[in-house]
Every structure is written in C-alpha cells, then in structure tokens.
C-alpha cells in the first residue's frame, strides 16, 4: 500500500430497508340474537383499547422484540362502507368496530447485495 493510503476491511451485506404497514383489524361480536350481550362484549373491547392504544416491550414481557410499538386507532366507516366490508365478507351485519394497526414493521435479514469492503484510500500524497 502507498503511504498515505488507509487500509478497510470486511465486505458488507445490504438487506431491504423495513415495511411499515398498516393493519385495519375488525371487531365483531357474535352472540346470536341476544344483542345486548353483544354489545356489553364490544363496549369491553372498545374500552380496552381506549384505556391502552399503544403497545411497547416495556409493557409486555411477550412483545416481539423486532416490533418498536403498535397503535390501535378506532376508525369510524360511514354506512356505505360498514355496508361493504360486511357484504365482501359474506356475511350479516354484527355489532363492530374497525381499528386502525399502526407501525406494523416487517424486516427480514435477507442479504439482496453483497457490497465489497473498502481496500484502500489514495490521499494524493
């Protein structure tokens, strides 16, 4: 090597940058024709996620360590569109509320390039 010259080792692998998706979950309950139960079931579930919207590892022993927190945020769907969703899943209408998932992050350490180490720099001297 010329003097002047640094030495770098070690190639380096490149991996895809993270998705970040959104999750819409629905809730439904389902208690035949005793309606009023399945109201009391959904207002529990909308009252859970009132009370605790954000989920971290600190607040979890069994969250997923490649996750930094999921928001859950209630989405409010005009008629039309409850309609819809109901109608694509083939299915009656039940009592329901749809939340919004945030920052669901999926990363696979996939290598896509190997990039070569850096063997040297020419300083001009």
């Known amino acids: 090597m ?11 692998s490149r991996v895809s940058p993270p998705l970040n998706l959104n999750l819409y979950v629905l809730v439904a309950a389902n208690f035949g024709s005793n309606y009023a139960e399945s109201i ?11 009370a605790k919207p954000v989920f971290t590892a600190q607040g979890s022993a069994t ?3 490649e996750l930094e927190r999921l928001s859950f945020e209630m989405v409010n769907l005009d008629f ?10 083939g299915a ?4 329901s509320v749809v939340y919004k998932v945030r920052m669901v992050t999926i990363q696979e350490a996939w290598v ?12 001009g001297r």
């Open 92 to 95: 009656k209408y039940l009592p």
């Open 2 to 12: 010329a003097a002047g010259s640094r030495a770098f080792s070690r190639a380096r």
């Open 40 to 50: 009391k079931f959904l207002s529990n579930a909308v009252a859970f996620f009132q």
């Open 112 to 123: 896509s390039d190997r990039v070569p180490g850096i063997s040297g720099t020419d300083l």
């Open 63 to 65: 969250f997923p360590r």
């Open 80 to 89: 039309s569109l409850l309609n819809n969703l109901w109608a694509a899943l």
